[in-house]
């Protein structure tokens, strides 16, 4: 599926780079889901990362506002998503590790095909509202190796690539600092601290997604204790509250998080509400670096009963993020 040109987000509108990453999306979901049958696998992938760095470095902000908003609203599809999700987050995150380009590629690659064995599982357990069965769960416990194995049939050389995506579950030896571990299992926990990430913000039948708060809360109390540097760069590359988020402010007013600030929990947002839930009309553009109210905590989608009018926001976004014109 190829793409041939990717507008600058001031000059498109809101569902046509919705439906830009949504044709990511579905792309990469035809390729998981039939591996076997996609002729030149390991390029199709590498096609789908480079689509994928090309829409983020038009406007990362944006990107990740567009990737949040499909995350936390969509159930159907999830394994692609999912995929799609931890491949951009491990290529943002990357960079705050400062991985050269080889380790770059395997870890990114990883994340979209860590899942490429139990695709259609994965897809199934996204909308069952009952406990995985016996048969489901012996798919689950061996999906990482199968993994490995399916990749290497259909013609993955990258030794790193495939064992991090046969490692991607495994707990590392917490004895060793995380810098004195060989490149696999950084890799892997990398991937690993990435994954529950997103699989917490992403809803299920079963359950809502969880906050991003909590979620990082979570990730930091269980991954290799306070100091994990991965959790750190996950923080500082994406924010305490990515864009795309729903946000309680310090005052009590809702609001959606529109941009990154150079601190993590001080984004640009657009507040929606007031504290009593009566709608601003239009939203307000608001830079918690500069004044007050200050985010509090991190909301779920479902705690947002209005309609949001996304493409406006963005559009005030990212105008309100470009400096000012010189005199």
């Known amino acids: 599926m190829p793409y041939t040109h990717v507008p600058h987000p001031q000059d498109a509108d809101y569902e046509d780079l919705l439906s830009l990453w949504a044709d990511l999306e579905s792309g990469l979901a035809m390729v998981l889901a039939n591996p076997r049958n996609i002729p030149n696998f390991e390029q199709k992938i590498r096609q789908y990362d480079r689509w994928m760095q090309d829409l983020l470095q038009q406007d990362t902000d944006t990107g990740l506002y567009l990737l949040f908003q499909l995350a936390t609203n969509a159930s159907v599809g999830y394994s692609a998503l999912h995929a ?25 690659f990883a994340a979209m095909t860590m899942n490429v064995a139990m695709t259609a599982l994965q897809d199934t357990l996204a909308v069952q509202t009952t406990a995985p069965t016996t048969e489901q769960k012996a798919l689950i416990h061996t999906h990482a190796a199968d993994g490995r194995r399916l990749l290497l049939k259909v013609g993955i050389v990258d030794t790193d690539w495939l064992d991090v995506v046969a490692a991607h579950h495994d707990a590392h030896d917490t004895r060793h600092d995380f810098q004195q571990l ?32 909590d979620s990082v809360r979570s990730i930091m109390a269980s991954a290799l204790g306070p100091n994990d540097p991965v959790g750190f760069a996950l923080v500082r590359a994406i924010g305490l509250c990515p864009p795309g988020t729903y946000v309680r402010m310090d005052n009590g ?23 009593k839930g009566e709608a601003y009309v239009p939203p307000r553009l608001h830079r918690t670096a500069t004044s007050t109210p200050h985010v509090e905590s991190a909301l779920t989608q479902d705690a947002v009963k209005i309609r949001v009018n996304h493409q406006s926001l963005l559009r005030q976004g990212i ?8 005199r």
């Not at 060989?182 to 906050?211: E, F, I, N, Q, W």
């Not at 998080?257 to 504290?275: C, F, Y």
């Not at 105008?319 to 010189?326: E, F, L, S, T």
């Open 319 to 326: 105008y309100a993020d470009r400096p000012a014109a010189p």
């Open 84 to 108: 799609l999700v931890c491949a951009v987050l491990c290529h943002i995150t990357s960079q705050e590790l400062h991985l050269v380009e080889s380790e770059r590629d395997s870890l990114v």
């Open 182 to 213: 060989g490149l696999v299992p950084r890799l892997a926990h990398t991937l690993r601290v990435v994954d529950r990430y997103a699989a917490m913000v992403s809803p299920r039948k079963s359950r809502t997604g969880r906050s991003v708060t």
């Open 253 to 275: 007013e809702t609001a959606v998080v529109l941009r990154r600030s150079s601190k993590a929990n001080l984004p640009l947002v657009a507040t929606l509400m007031n504290r």
